[in-house]
């Protein structure tokens, strides 16, 4: 893909949906933290059905703190591989409260420090919290990548690397969001709705799909 057509791909995606926003729900940053701690090997409807339970009650660290993780996982139960997301939620709650004022850090460094946060946490929480222009590679954005010709690679390394490279910069603060909503919804892994795809006649996916029968 040349750039004069990843420009158009985002004119695009822009034109589409002027503010795309990400599916967690939250209010402050660190909702959001805590949100994509236990969105990982989850849903955003699911991690959304705990969190609507959970924050009333608690959301900052020390309230969570405070709740305890035995009262934590109870809020959280319904989510996949939430006894780990407890201990890490717990131990990310300390380290904010101790080394942070109880506030989210907006600089790498000290995000992933926090644990069960990566580089695709962070990315996230910087983007979207801060308003920073990461690329949180995550398997839509991946496989988006990769199928269209936007930007492939090996590793979901190389292919933030290239996104950063390739993305014009006037799309960066958002491609993030665009590219998760159209692998989700659009470019899904198993059968890609190319038939209806916005970016057709520019994408290099050679198995472009067909309609079903009854569209």
Known sequence: MNPAKR???????RA?????????????PFELLIAVLLSAQATDVGVNKATRRLYPVANTPQAILDLGEEELKGYIQTIG???????NVMATCRILVDKHGGEV?????????????????ANVVLNTAFGQPTMAVDTHIFRVSNRTGLAP????????????????????????HWLILHGRYTCKA????????????????????PPPASA
């Open 153 to 176: 690679g090996k590793n979901v390394d190389i292919v933030e690397q290239k996104l950063l490279k390739f993305v014009p910069k006037e799309f960066l603060h958002d491609a993030h």
């Open 16 to 28: 589409a949906n002027p503010k795309p926003e990400t599916e967690l729900e939250y209010t402050t």
């Open 7 to 13: 420009y158009e791909m985002f004119v695009r995606f």
């Open 105 to 121: 850090p907006p600089d790498r460094e000290s995000l992933e420090e926090l644990p069960g946060v990566g580089r695709k946490t």
């Open 190 to 209: 198993r059968k890609p709705a190319c038939w209806n795809c916005i970016q057709l006649d520019l994408c290099d996916y050679r198995a472009k799909t």
């Open 81 to 87: 591989l939430y006894k780990t997301k407890a201990k």
